[in-house]
C-alpha cells in the first residue's frame, strides 16, 4: 500500500517562500510520475508541476512556472517543490500525487498540506 506524506505548508507573507516534501512509503519509486496539485477554496483542482523519477523531466503549470520549482531525491525517495515569490492567488491545499507508470496519469494522493500566502 503506498502512502503519500506531504510537509512544508503554512503561512507566509507575500513575496516569500515555501518549500513542500513528499515522500511516498510503501514502495520504492524509479519509474513514474510525481506531482503537485492544489485547490483553492470554492475551486477545481489544478495541476501545479510534475517530475520524472527516470531522466527528472519536469512539467510546470504557466501559473508557477518561473516560481516554482519541482525537484526529487532518489536516495531518499523524496520530492520537493520550493515555491518562491508566493502570490495570494497560490493559496490552497497543494496534494502530491504519484504514478507508477509511464503514462500521463496519478494513481496515489496525499492528504494534502495547506498552504496560506497572506497579502
Known amino acids: 500500500q503506498v502512502q503519500l506524506v506531504e510537509s512544508g505548508g503554512g503561512l507566509v507573507q507575500a513575496g516569500g517562500s515555501l518549500r513542500l516534501s513528499c515522500a511516498p512509503s510503501?514502495?520504492?519509486?524509479?519509474?513514474?510520475?510525481m506531482g503537485w496539485f492544489r485547490q483553492a477554496p470554492g475551486k477545481e483542482r489544478e495541476f501545479v508541476a510534475a517530475?520524472?523519477?527516470?531522466?527528472?523531466?519536469?512539467y510546470y503549470a504557466d501559473s508557477v512556472k518561473g516560481r516554482f520549482t519541482i525537484s526529487r531525491d532518489n536516495a531518499k525517495n523524496t520530492v520537493y517543490l520550493q515555491m518562491n515569490s508566493l502570490k495570494p492567488e497560490d493559496t490552497a491545499v497543494y496534494y502530491c500525487?504519484?504514478?507508477?507508470?509511464?503514462?500521463?496519469?496519478?494513481?496515489?494522493w496525499g492528504p494534502g498540506t495547506q498552504v496560506t500566502v497572506s497579502s
Open positions: 500525487a504519484a504514478g507508477i507508470s509511464s503514462k500521463w496519469q496519478f494513481d496515489y
Open positions: 510503501g514502495r520504492t519509486f524509479s519509474s513514474g510520475l
Open positions: 517530475i520524472r523519477w527516470s531522466g527528472g523531466s519536469t
